[in-house]
T-cell receptor, first 110, second 114 residues
Framework: EADIYQTPRYLVIGTGKKITLECSQT?????MYWYQQDPGMELHLIHY???????EKGDLSSESTVSRIRTEHFPLTLESARPSHTSQYLC?????????FGSGTRLTVV | GENVEQHPSTLSVQEGDSAVIKCTYS??????FPWYKQELGKRPQLIID?????GEKKDQRIAVTLNKTAKHFSLHITETQPEDSAVYFC?????????????FGRGTSLIVHP
C-alpha cells in the first residue's frame, strides 16, 4: 500500500549527538516536507523539497539539514542534538491535493 | 504571506450535537483549503478539502463551506460521536502556480462527551 514511512518511531539520545530521522514515501510524490509538532499543538514547517536536489528552509530554524537525492527519500539530520530539540517530527508528502503525513518520530534529547 | 486564524481553540459538545470550527485567511490568492484530523498519538489525516471554485462540500457527517469574499471557511460536523474527539487543523494554500506550502491554523481540540 502506498504510504509514507518514518523511522525510528521513538528515539532517546544524549545531548551533542548527531542523529538522522528517516522518511520514505511510496506515493510517487515530488513534494516532501518536515514539520515539528509538540503533541496536539501547532505544526511548524522546518524544511521542504519540490523534488530531487531541491531543498528549502521553512519558518522554524531548527539547526537541522535535509537532503533529497532520491524522490522517495527525505532524511532530516540534527548535527548536534539539544534538549530544546525534544519534540515530535512529522514528515509529509503531497502532489496537487492535501498532505499525507507519516506517523512521526518522537525525539527526546537528554 | 498568508495568515490563518482558527477558532475556537477548544470546543466541547455533547454526543449528537453539531460542531463548527471556523478559519479565516488573509491572502485572496489562496485557492485550496484542506482540513486535517489528528487523534491523540496519531498522525494528522486529511478528512475533507475544498477548492475556491466551490462554495460547499459534504462527506457524510462532515461538510466544509467557503466564503471567498469574506475570506473564511468552516468545518461542520453533525451528529457528533465520541470518536470525533481529536484536534482539527485547517489550512490554506495556493495550488498550481503558487508555493503549494499550506499555512496551518493553530488547531481546535474537539471533545465529544458521551
Amino acid at each position: 500500500e502506498a504510504d509514507i514511512y518514518q523511522t525510528p518511531r521513538y528515539l532517546v539520545i544524549g545531548t551533542g549527538k548527531k542523529i538522522t530521522l528517516e522518511c520514505s514515501q511510496t506515493m510517487g510524490h515530488d513534494k516532501m516536507y518536515w514539520y515539528q509538532q509538540d503533541p496536539g499543538m501547532e505544526l511548524h514547517l522546518i524544511h521542504y523539497s519540490y523534488g530531487v536536489n531541491s531543498t528549502e528552509k521553512g519558518d522554524l530554524s531548527s539547526e537541522s539539514t535535509v537532503s533529497r537525492i532520491r524522490t522517495e527519500h527525505f532524511p532530516l539530520t540534527l548535527e548536534s542534538a539539544r534538549p530544546s530539540h525534544t519534540s515530535q517530527y512529522l514528515c509529509a508528502s503531497s502532489e496537487l491535493s492535501g498532505y499525507t503525513f507519516g506517523s512521526g518520530t518522537r525525539l527526546t534529547v537528554v | 504571506g498568508e495568515n490563518v486564524e482558527q477558532h475556537p481553540s477548544t470546543l466541547s459538545v455533547q454526543e449528537g450535537d453539531s460542531a463548527v470550527i471556523k478559519c479565516t485567511y488573509s491572502d485572496s490568492a489562496s485557492n485550496y483549503f484542506p482540513w486535517y484530523k489528528q487523534e491523540l498519538g496519531k498522525r494528522p489525516q486529511l478528512i475533507i478539502d475544498i477548492r475556491s471554485n466551490v462554495g460547499e462540500k459534504k462527506d457524510q457527517r462532515i461538510a466544509v463551506t467557503l466564503n471567498k469574499t469574506a475570506k473564511h471557511f468552516s468545518l461542520h460536523i453533525t451528529e457528533t460521536q465520541p470518536e470525533d474527539s481529536a484536534v482539527y487543523f485547517c489550512a490554506a494554500s495556493k495550488q498550481a502556480g503558487g508555493s503549494y506550502i499550506p499555512t496551518f491554523g493553530r488547531g481546535t481540540s474537539l471533545i465529544v462527551h458521551p
